[in-house]
């Protein structure tokens, strides 16, 4: 028992820390008030350190997974399916977390000053937005902070372009995966520092905008973790009886239960994946279905993830003063939550890389990225629950388009 708990202790020290050093952080701003600033350059230092290794980060992370994949022609159409399905379900994820956020709306008691950015942003036609969103006209550009989409673009198109060069590829293939290694121990080593650049960020936010600041968090719990239970049980639910009807709705929540657990305990799809892929097999699905779609969803297949980052949107679009006018904007929204969730979901430290997406997307200043790290660790929990056990489903209905309505009769497959 006693190793048991400390393994959840394990699981969970890393937020319990870094929320508490916020909080104190934040409670430091609000007795000092203006006097906090002095905490502020300890705060933007470790901020600055992240934003240098973000772009390396993703380059070499994706573009080494990418350039290690063989000859997929074989599970071609078992591919397009399943990330036909992610992108699907992250959308109605989206859709939803929109819908619910108009009803009940982000806390609002407080404006922060945006930048000419986000009014610049704002003025582009959709078109414009749309291009420059996925691509830039020079390299020097792809290179930023400022344009981490058009950089997944340019990084998923070199991976691919040194996996077709087979055996010459192979030493470019191995350098990638080198220094992608290297990044991600970089990202280890400074998050290691982020309780005291975050409490130091955060001690000056509060002293320079007072408590108000805190009161969306607390909403945004409200608001995020109901939507998120409202969804795993409703529309995970639907999309198990749309795999196989009521026989599938039934055995989907009677074997997802201990992946659940596991996934909401440890708060990573990675320690569940192998209760998920018992669970498949449980429930009947063809090994060569889930032994694709499951891990690819510990990676890719991010609902959860969608859900909170059209929350934290919206929340930044009230608290920097930056509406969303009409259904181009929203349409707009709902393609940056996909593509961030499903994209950078899989870089280490994909978190930050996701929410600077969105920083850079909608031009919103730099301040906005502790708040959204922050958001991210309250959320955390959620988000894993519905990103992991939504591999489970995703890989029923894979099986219903591939194999027909009646793939769980088909002869089970012995365990290896």
């Known amino acids: 028992m006693s190793t048991e708990k400390q393994s959840k202790w394990e699981a969970y020290k890393q937020p319990v820390i870094l929320i508490a050093c916020v909080l104190v952080g934040a409670v430091l701003g609000i007795v000092l008030g203006d006097k906090a600033a002095f905490l502020y350059p300890i705060g933007q230092i470790w901020l600055n350190m992240l934003f240098v290794l973000l772009v390396p980060l993703i380059f070499f992370s994706i573009s080494s997974s990418i350039a290690a994949i ?23 994820a989206g859709t939803i977390m ?126 995020y973790y109901p939507t998120m239970f409202a969804y795993f049980f ?40 192998p209760l998920q892929l018992r669970a498949c097999d449980n429930m009947n699905v063809p090994r060569e279905v889930s032994s694709v779609v499951c891990p690819m969803g510990a990676t890719m297949h991010m609902d959860g993830a969608c859900l909170a980052t059209v929350y934290e949107i919206v929340l930044c679009c009230a608290l920097f003063n930056h509406p969303l006018n009409g259904i181009g904007d929203y349409a707009y929204a709902l393609v940056i939550a996909v593509a961030a969730s499903i994209a950078v979901s899989s870089v280490p430290g994909g978190g930050a890389a996701m929410e600077t997406m969105l920083i850079s997307s909608f031009g919103f200043p730099s301040a906005a990225l502790p708040i959204l790290i922050m958001m991210t660790q309250l959320f955390d929990p959620g988000c894993t629950l519905v990103n992991s056990c939504g591999d489970t489903v995703a890989s029923m209905m894979v099986s219903r388009f591939l194999y027909g309505k009646d793939w769980y009769k088909r002869a089970p497959e012995k365990a290896d």
């Not at 077709?164 to 220094?179: P, Q």
Request: net charge neutral; with cysteine.
């Open 70 to 92: 063989g000859d997929t022609r074989r599970v071609g159409k078992l591919l397009i399916m399943t990330i036909a399905i992610f992108i699907i379900t992250a959308a109605i």
């Open 98 to 223: 929109f819908i619910v956020t108009a009803i009940f709306k982000p806390d609002t008691s407080i404006t922060i000053e945006t930048t000419s950015a986000a009014v610049e942003s704002a003025e582009q036609s959709i078109g414009d937005q749309i291009v420059n969103t996925f691509t830039v006209s020079d390299f020097p550009d792809v290179i930023t902070r400022a344009h981490i989409l058009p950089l997944i673009v340019f990084t998923v198109f070199f991976g691919m372009t040194v996996s077709t060069l087979g055996e010459k590829g192979r030493a470019v293939s191995e350098w990638l995966a080198n220094m992608s290694t290297v990044f991600y121990q970089m990202v280890n080593i400074l998050m290691k520092f982020a309780p005291i650049g975050l409490a130091c960020y955060f001690a000056n936010l509060t002293g320079t905008y007072g408590p108000e600041l805190l009161a969306s968090y607390g909403r945004g719990l409200l608001i």
């Open 234 to 273: 409703i529309f995970l639910g639907l999309y198990a009886f749309v795999a196989a009807g009521r026989w599938g709705v039934q055995h989907f929540f009677k074997e997802i239960f201990v992946p659940a657990l596991t996934s909401l305990g440890t708060r990573s799809s990675a320690a569940a994946l």
